[in-house]
């Protein structure tokens, strides 16, 4: 039996990736989770009903939190503030949240853990790059792990995000180099699907097309992103884990397909069986980039691992699901 522990759990990436261990022979999934952002819903209780998962409510910035844990084979670390809202609005928080936790998870991995040959991941995120097209003007397309990171304006709140996941990384790719723990990290591009917040641009148009909103605002219509469907993307965070041959590396997950936002929202229109008689194509937020492409050859090559979902079925999924959860008032 492998004991899991999976930070952040009761989020979207950690709830999905916990659904699909749990449904698996020899997993024993530990969720912690402050519940800043996640929902305790009919999902998590669902899910928490299950005799091998145990859900657990905490605040990982405080020290006393990690210490009364132990007896791992695999830890999760997914906490964080997501949301490009949030980025704006309560940048220190972002950073005061990702780098504490970082750190006390990291001492206690080390030295309380006391799991043998146990792993560790890391869930970063492609904004840790991000700036780099800002700074140096171009960017391979695809875009290999190994460009450069950087931090282009810290005075843009949106760099609370990026900055704290870059620094997240260098502590777990020093921390596992000075202390010889088996760790990986991974860098999600564009994640999407059911239960996955109301802030990001999916949900977000699918609201829109639900209240029929004249004229109908499109921001960075222009700009792309490789959407990665979230069954496929907790199969590849599980295939990085298992695998030997990712340990001490950095791997992208996404897709290999680049949509341009102004096609995606027309595919939505067409799902959803309806649109705007009138377009309001606005700016992107201040620091968001304009293309995004993922190169997942090297994930391919050592786990074998590829997106399988199309779009088109990622969005009928996921529509379905806000359909059914509308954004609750006043949220």
């Known amino acids: 039996m492998k004991r899991v522990l999976i930070t952040g759990g009761a989020g979207f990436v950690g709830l999905h990736l916990a659904k699909r261990l749990a449904a698996q022979d020899g997993y024993e999934v530990y969720i912690v989770d402050n519940f800043f952002r996640s929902q305790d819903d009919a999902e998590l209780a669902t899910l928490k009903a299950l005799p091998n998962v145990a859900v657990r409510e905490a605040d990982l910035t405080r020290k006393e939190t990690w210490d009364d844990m132990s007896g791992f084979d695999q830890v999760y670390h997914l906490v964080g503030i997501n949301g490009t809202r949030l980025f704006y609005e309560i940048p220190h928080e972002v950073l005061r949240i990702g780098v504490s936790t970082i750190l006390h998870g990291l ?19 492609n904004e840790a790059y991000g700036d780099a097209l800002k700074a140096f003007g171009q960017l391979p397309l695809p875009t290999p792990e190994s460009v450069p990171l950087v931090v282009a304006d810290p005075y843009n709140p949106r760099s609370s995000y990026s900055a704290q996941k870059l620094i997240g990384e260098l502590f777990f790719i020093h921390y596992a180099k000075a202390y010889n723990f088996r760790m990986s990290i991974v860098r999600p591009h564009n994640f999407y699907g059911p239960r996955a917040g109301y802030e990001h641009v999916i949900p977000e148009v699918v609201g829109r097309v639900s209240a029929k909103v004249e004229p109908f605002p499109i921001f960075g219509a222009d700009d792309t992103r490789s959407f990665c469907y979230i069954d496929d993307a907790v199969e590849a965070i599980q295939a990085v884990m298992e695998s ?15 949509t341009v936002i102004s096609d995606l929202v027309q595919n939505i229109f067409v799902l959803m069986g309806w649109k705007p008689q009138t377009l309001d194509i606005k700016n992107s937020p201040e620091g968001s980039v304009k293309r995004r492409l993922a190169d997942v050859s090297k994930i391919k090559k050592d786990t074998g691992w590829e997106a399988k979902t199309p779009l088109e079925d990622g969005l009928k999924k996921t529509i379905e699901w806000y359909l059914k959860n509308p954004k609750p008032a006043g949220k």
């Not at 001490?248 to 680049?258: A, D, L, M």
């Open 107 to 125: 001492e206690w991995f080390r030295t309380k853990n006391k799991t043998p040959n146990a792993k560790i991941i890391y869930t970063s995120s």
């Open 244 to 258: 030997s041959a990712t340990d001490s590396g950095t791997y992208h997950i996404g897709t290999t397909e680049e």
